[in-house]
Antibody, heavy 120, light 110 residues
Framework: EVQLVESGGGLVQPGGSLRLSCAASGFTFSSYAMSWVRQAPGKGLEWVSVIGGDAITTFYADSLKGRFTISRDHSKNTLYLQMNSLRAEDTAVYYC?????????????WGQGTLVTVSS | QSALTQPASVSGSPGQSITISCIGTSSDVGSYNLVSWYQQNPDKAPKLMIYEGSKRPSGVSNRFSGSKSGNTASLTISGLQAEDEADYYCCSYAGTNTVVFGGGTKLTVL
């Protein structure tokens, strides 16, 4: 059974940084792309970023403008999202998702999410 | 990328069929048969219901079906059940290795 468990969320001041983690189990982690998708309170889903199983290929939503960095560690079966220069509008639940990317573009398993609140 | 357009809410009675539309553009929905649909219950993670426009993952009821015409994708739920009440989101490939979600539709089972 696929399990994805996010952690690292919390309260951070505007301009601050935070690193989210997603521990994966139940599948061959290195064989799948992984993504981050966020959801602001009471709002819809927004795709943030994806990283290929090669741990090199990455893509980001244009709106992030280079503030976020996705990475993964296959020795730890863990996905990361480094978030810098955080703004109030980054406040959201951040989900990690097992992803079918090139040629498919869908998210077939999701974690329960971790809440990031950007506020002074 | 602009969000895909979904109705804010739809409703139906048990046993009826409902359809949720997802309107995109020729740059996303209209150009690719790569629309997926997700069901989200309150305070829960989304769940994949349809991928590649009309394919169902293992375990998803065949009451759920997907289709596309032009720039509009649709999710149809037949034989509506109380357990179907949830938020539904569409998502489409938008080119250059990006995807875009719809704003979401709240389904109420009357």
């Amino acid at each position: 059974e696929v399990q994805l468990v996010e952690s690292g969320g919390g309260l951070v001041q505007p301009g601050g940084s935070l690193r989210l983690s997603c521990a994966a189990s139940g599948f061959t982690f290195s064989s799948y792309a992984m993504s981050w998708v966020r959801q602001a309170p009471g709002k819809g889903l927004e795709w943030v970023s994806v990283i290929g199983g090669d741990a090199i290929t990455t893509f980001y939503a244009d709106s992030l403008k280079g503030r976020f960095t996705i990475s993964r560690d296959h020795s730890k079966n863990t996905l990361y999202l480094q978030m810098n220069s955080l703004r109030a509008e980054d406040t959201a639940v951040y989900y990690c998702a097992k992803t079918k990317w090139t040629g498919y573009y869908f998210f077939d398993s999701w974690g329960q999410g971790t809440l990031v609140t950007v506020s002074s | 990328q602009s969000a895909l357009t979904q109705p804010a809410s739809v409703s139906g009675s048990p046993g009826q069929s409902i359809t949720i539309s997802c309107i995109g553009t020729s740059s996303d929905v209209g150009s690719y048969n790569l629309v997926s649909w997700y069901q989200q219950n309150p305070d829960k993670a989304p769940k994949l219901m349809i991928y590649e426009g009309s394919k169902r993952p293992s375990g998803v009821s065949n009451r759920f079906s997907g289709s596309k015409s032009g720039n509009t994708a649709s999710l149809t739920i037949s034989g509506l059940q109380a357990e179907d009440e949830a938020d539904y989101y569409c998502c489409s490939y938008a080119g250059t290795n990006t995807v875009v979600f719809g704003g979401g539709t709240k389904l109420t089972v009357l």
